[in-house]
């Protein structure tokens, strides 16, 4: 019954997978990369599916991204690398067809790299055969016309490869933009739907009654004053967590500009600096995800949002108590 229940899940699971990823991208059989789809209606798409599960499947989408373009560009490099050869063992071939045809039987003398940096001389009579490197130890004789059709077409190959890898490069670049501008946004509505939700409960909390009513000794009108709000240095901290996000608020100096503002936001770690000083440092006590952290200037205050690397209460906000 427990092996039935969960491959039932696993199943709800793989479907539910599968119909987000409709709304994400589409498969694309030419090239073989997926093509990100902007989405539109983030409000729309998230009102059967957390924000953070698509966020997670966006971010799953930009890693598969970034690998096919580390194999793109490795392949890019290998040919580049690759044509000069080619063509290089080209002009000799077809150099030694010249000397074949012209009928002269003298021996001439080559020039060729021994080993790196170390050339050597050699002599060599006109001939209808020559080897070729094909490379893991490996060296096969042709005659000069083979061996001048197959460079010939290695070297057409080889650049019209090219031309497709720095096409497909480039397709691959406009699909991670997309794929950035996605996760940004439904992070971004993630932390306002919290934030509405949070809201939402301190205002169905009932008010605390009055613990009685007005001293004989004071007059009818009497009207407390208004509480003043305790204004905190510049530098001093206040922050709260939920499962899966870590909210910071730090106090800024008065007529405090955003472009003096550098913040820097590690797995582990977390810096804020001001007109050069630093305010805030110190070694988070758990682990955040860097790509879904942001950050915001507002009414002499920054606010943070980190989100976590795992979904778990952290026991403090940084290893060491003050900072």
Not at 34 to 42: K, M, V
Not at 54 to 76: E, G, H, N
Not at 193 to 218: C, N, T, V, Y
Request: proline share 5%.
């Amino acid at each position: 019954l427990l092996g039935t229940l969960c491959r039932h899940l696993a199943r709800m699971a793989a479907g539910d997978i599968s119909a987000l990823d409709e709304y994400l991208f589409k498969k694309v059989e030419k090239r073989g990369i997926p093509e990100a789809i902007f989405i539109e209606d983030i409000e729309g798409l998230c009102k059967t599916r957390k924000p953070t599960d698509i966020v997670a499947r966006l971010q799953d989408l930009y890693s598969k991204y970034q690998y096919m373009q580390s194999s793109i560009t490795a392949q890019r490099s290998s040919l580049r690398v690759k044509l000069p050869d080619i063509k290089t063992s080209l002009e000799t071939v077809e150099h030694l067809v010249q000397k074949r045809d012209s009928g002269d039987g003298e021996a001439c003398e080559y020039t060729y790299p021994l080993a790196e940096n170390i050339w050597a001389k050699a002599s060599a009579t006109a001939t209808n055969c020559v080897c070729l490197w094909l490379g893991a130890n490996c060296m096969l004789e042709y005659t000069l016309q083979e061996a001048q059709e197959l460079l010939v077409h290695n070297e057409e190959a080889a650049r019209t490869l090219l031309i497709t890898l720095d096409e497909d490069a480039a397709f691959l670049r406009d699909q991670m933009t997309t794929t950035e501008v996605n996760i940004a946004r439904c992070h971004n509505y993630g932390v306002k739907l919290r934030a509405l939700q949070q809201k939402d409960g301190a205002a169905k909390e009932p008010a605390p009654a009055p613990s009685g009513g007005p001293s004989a000794g004071a007059p009818a009108s009497f009207v407390p004053a208004a509480r003043q709000e305790p204004q905190q240095e510049p530098g001093m901290y206040t922050w709260k967590q939920d499962r899966d996000e870590v909210e910071i608020s730090i106090a800024l100096p008065k007529d405090a500009q955003k472009t003096d503002l550098k913040v820097t936001i590690l797995a582990e770690s977390l810096k804020v600096e001001h007109a050069g000083k630093v305010m805030l440092e110190g070694q988070f006590a758990a682990k955040c995800s860097p790509n879904g952290s942001t950050w915001t200037m507002g009414k002499g205050r920054v606010e943070i949002s980190l989100e976590k690397a795992e979904a778990s209460q952290w026991p403090s906000l940084f290893e060491i108590a003050e900072v």
